[in-house]
Every structure is written in C-alpha cells, then in structure tokens.
C-alpha cells in the first residue's frame, strides 16, 4: 500500500531528531569539562560547552545524558514530584530585557525569543538560596552526577540544591531516563552503553526542552526540524535555541511527539505515532476536508522528492477535518497491520452511496493501475458500491495489501494468494 511510502519517508525526518549526533554528542564533552574545572568541583552551574574533549566513538559517552530520577523526589507512579508553585508564570518579557544571565559562550537568542520572568533568587523551602535556578544550570549537574549510571539515586545531590522551577523543569528528562531506560530497555542489561545509548535515543528532546529554559518564540512545530539538523556539529546550546524559537503550541506538539516515540520501543516514530508526528508537521491546523480529499492529497505527496514531501503531507493534513484525520489514521494503521478486517473503516472513508457490488468494485480497482491519480480512482471504486459491499471490498483489499504485496503486482500470483491468504474475505465477496 503507498501509505506505507509516505510513512517510512517522514520517519527518517523524525529520526534525525533522535538522532545521537544533535545533541548528546555534546552532552558527553560537557562532563569531561565540568570533571576537569578548574575548581574541581562538579555540576558547578555552569552552560555546557562545545569545545571539550572530542568523544573517542563518536557517541554518547560516559557522562552523557543519562541522568535517571532518584527515588527520593518519585512519586508512587514513578513521576518525579515537584512542587505546585514550580509552575513558571505564562506571560514573557524579550529575552534582552531578562535578567537572567546568559550561558557561557551561548549566542544571542533570535529576536522575538521571549522568557518567563524567573525570580533568580528564589529560595528553597528552607530559605536557602537554591545554587540551580534554571533547569539548565540544574541539567549540567545531573550529566555530571549521573554520566551513564544505573543508579536511580545519583540526581538526588543536585535536586536537594535546585530551586522549584528547574525541578520541574529536568522532570520530564528524570523520568524519561528512568523508565524508558533504566527500569525500561536496560533492565536486564544496565551497561553504561545500554544506558547512554537508549537515554540518547529516547530521552534527547526532553533535555533540549529543560536546555531551553522556558522560553519560546513565534515559530511553527516543524521549523523544529531542520533547526535541529544544522546543530549537529555545535553546541547543545544550539539545540536549546531551536525549541526556544517554537512558539507554546509547537513546544507542546514536539513534547507529544517524542514523549510517543520514546513510549514506541524500536517502531519508527512516526509509523507509532502517525498523529502525533502530522499533527506537528501540520502545524496543529485543522479544515474543512473529508477523508477522500485527505488520502488522495496524501497520496499525491509520494511523487515529490523527499525534501517536498514533508510539506506536502502538513498541507494535506492542515486542510481536513479533524474526523478526517482520525479515520486517515485508523486507515493507516490497518494497513500497516491488519490484525482484523477493517475494510468498514476504509470503506467509510470512500463515502459509498452506490448500488455496484464487490466483485465490481474489485473490478474498477483493477482498472486503476492506469489512472493519473490512483487514489482517487481506487476511493471512486468503493463509493460506487453500496456500504455493504463497500465493506466487503475493503476488507479483502486490505487484506491483500498485507498478504500478497510480494506478488507485485503479477495477477497470476494475486489471484492465486487471494483464494489462500485471503480466502474468508474473498469468499465473503462471492456473496
């Protein structure tokens, strides 16, 4: 089936966000900077920087963001707890009227980046002053504590010193690391490359989002992409400044994105979370379309070279419904993997009002290998069938769409695969 095209092409663009070479690549260096400071003292609060010692694999390495929650600030379910009051306040003022200090040799935020205002002596329920305001400052000193260490604990001596805000702030990460990787993926296997490895991995976006210290900007969810992309090479600040550009909504659809995807295992991001990963590309914009219109402009989108495709998809999906998007989505899952006839579902899609049968819609199917635009020819077949039959044409359609997309396109071998793999769909089709 094309969905299938168009899914594993918009995978590779999710990926690259993954991708252990944006920012955790950095991450490591920023250990081994803060071991070998000049006052010897770790997690001093100070930014990551870019230019430590060059990791010898290339990869996540031992002091890398593996920082994992201490069982101290978790909660029966495992999330880390953090005070009420650790919840910023919604309104911004321009980054260059910020009191906040800058982080060592971060450039400059974009114009249009705002902050919160955060109070920077804020104190600890003790009247302490807290040594990390910022979920940043608070992120360097868990890297360092933690590096790639099982150890639920080993956040614990940099929490007991951080202000509410950048509690919160690194929760997100804490957890990420806990679950997905060390009670997780690393279980049974809890390595530091296990664990520097799947943190990378899974828990990246969570640490840019701390990084990005409650600021925000004006820019869509998917400018995300291709900002993320070019920091390959630089810094982690780098990485912190293209969540920082994404405006609330977009900062909201990235975290839904990669909180799925990290939830997903090893599927691809995308093909895990279809919604989730359009309804970033999309921007969060709804229409008017039914699903017809969606799945023949969605379709369309696989004859554009790759760079336009991920366009192209937002487009489609920005136009329709929000109906219409959940049947695309139902529609897409089922053909990715067809645990039970859905060929209502497809069927419904296709808006059959007509009188023509199975057998005929079969038929008409078949007549679209020639057309200009095969979505529409095949979703025109279905609707001149009556719901019923409609759905019975769907079911054994998708049926062969699973079972017999090796005969590629041989009718001979079809036919043949037909009345083995899908012989209850096609029997049910005779009727």
């Keep these: 089936m094309q969905c299938r095209i168009l899914t594993l092409s918009l995978g590779v663009l999710v990926a690259a966000c993954q991708g252990t070479d944006v920012a955790p690549a950095t991450i490591g260096n920023v250990g081994g900077a803060d071991v070998a400071s000049a006052d010897g003292k770790l997690g001093d609060g100070a930014a990551p920087t870019a230019d430590a010692g060059a990791i010898s694999d290339?990869?996540?390495?031992?002091?890398?963001?593996?920082?994992?929650?201490?069982?101290?600030?978790?909660?029966?379910?495992?999330a880390v707890a953090v005070p009420d009051t650790a919840l910023g306040p919604d309104n911004g003022t321009?980054?260059?009227?910020?009191?906040?200090?800058?982080?060592?040799g971060a450039e400059p935020l974009p114009d249009g980046v705002v902050t919160p205002?955060?109070?920077?002596?804020?104190?600890?329920?003790?009247?302490?002053?807290?040594?990390?305001?910022?979920?940043?400052?608070?992120?360097t000193c868990v890297w360092v504590a933690c590096g790639n260490s099982a150890d639920p604990n080993c956040a614990a001596p940099c929490l007991?010193?951080?202000?509410?805000?950048?509690?919160?702030?690194?929760?997100?990460?804490?957890?990420?690391?806990?679950?997905?990787?060390?009670?997780?993926?690393?279980?049974?296997?809890?390595?530091?490359?296990?664990?520097?490895?799947?943190?990378?991995?899974?828990?990246?976006?969570?640490?840019?989002?701390?990084?990005?210290?409650?600021?925000?900007?004006?820019?869509?969810?998917?400018s995300?992409?291709?900002?993320?992309?070019?920091?390959?090479?630089?810094?982690?600040?780098?990485?912190?400044?293209?969540?920082?550009?994404l405006s609330k909504p977009a900062q909201a659809q990235m975290d839904a994105l990669f909180t799925c995807a990290a939830a997903a295992g090893d599927k691809d991001a995308f093909e895990a979370c279809p919604s989730q990963a359009l309804t970033c590309i999309a921007g969060g914009k709804t229409g008017?379309?039914?699903?017809?219109?969606?799945?023949?402009?969605?379709?369309?989108?696989?004859?554009?070279?790759?760079?336009?495709?991920?366009?192209?998809?937002?487009?489609?999906?920005?136009?329709?419904?929000?109906?219409?998007?959940?049947?695309?989505?139902?529609?897409?899952?089922?053909?990715?993997?067809?645990?039970?006839?859905?060929?209502?579902?497809f069927a419904t899609c296709a808006e059959p009002k007509g009188t023509k049968t199975c057998l005929d819609a079969l038929g008409c199917w078949d007549g679209c290998d020639k057309a200009q635009k095969k979505a529409d020819c095949h979703l025109g077949c279905l609707s001149?069938?009556?719901?019923?039959?409609?759905?019975?044409?769907?079911?054994?359609?998708?049926?062969?769409?699973?079972?017999?997309?090796?005969?590629?396109?041989?009718?001979?071998?079809?036919?043949?695969?037909?009345?083995?793999?899908?012989?209850?769909?096609?029997?049910?089709?005779?009727?």
């Design 94 to 104: 321009p980054v260059t009227d910020s009191g906040q200090p800058t982080t060592d």
């Design 160 to 222: 007991s010193v951080a202000s509410p805000l950048a509690a919160a702030g690194v929760a997100p990460y804490l957890n990420c690391a806990k679950n997905n990787c060390i009670a997780g993926a690393c279980a049974k296997d809890p390595s530091p490359k296990c664990i520097g490895d799947c943190v990378g991995a899974k828990c990246m976006m969570a640490a840019i989002a701390c990084g990005a210290d409650g600021k925000y900007g004006p820019e869509p969810c998917p």
């Design 117 to 139: 205002d955060v109070p920077l002596d804020a104190a600890q329920p003790d009247g302490a002053v807290a040594k990390y305001q910022l979920c940043s400052q608070l992120l």
């Design 288 to 345: 008017s379309g039914n699903c017809t219109s969606l799945f023949v402009c969605m379709d369309s989108c696989n004859s554009l070279p790759e760079a336009a495709k991920v366009g192209c998809l937002g487009g489609c999906w920005g136009t329709a419904t929000p109906a219409a998007q959940s049947l695309w989505i139902a529609i897409s899952k089922c053909m990715q993997a067809p645990a039970a006839p859905c060929g209502q579902t």
């Design 58 to 78: 290339g990869g996540v390495s031992g002091g890398t963001e593996t920082a994992a929650g201490t069982d101290a600030a978790v909660v029966q379910d495992g």
């Design 224 to 245: 995300a992409f291709g900002c993320l992309e070019g920091c390959k090479d630089k810094g982690p600040e780098c990485s912190y400044g293209c969540y920082a550009k």
């Design 384 to 431: 001149a069938a009556s719901p019923v039959e409609a759905t019975k044409a769907g079911n054994l359609l998708v049926c062969m769409g699973a079972k017999c997309d090796s005969c590629k396109g041989d009718k001979t071998c079809e036919s043949e695969c037909t009345k083995t793999k899908c012989k209850t769909e096609f029997e049910s089709c005779l009727k």
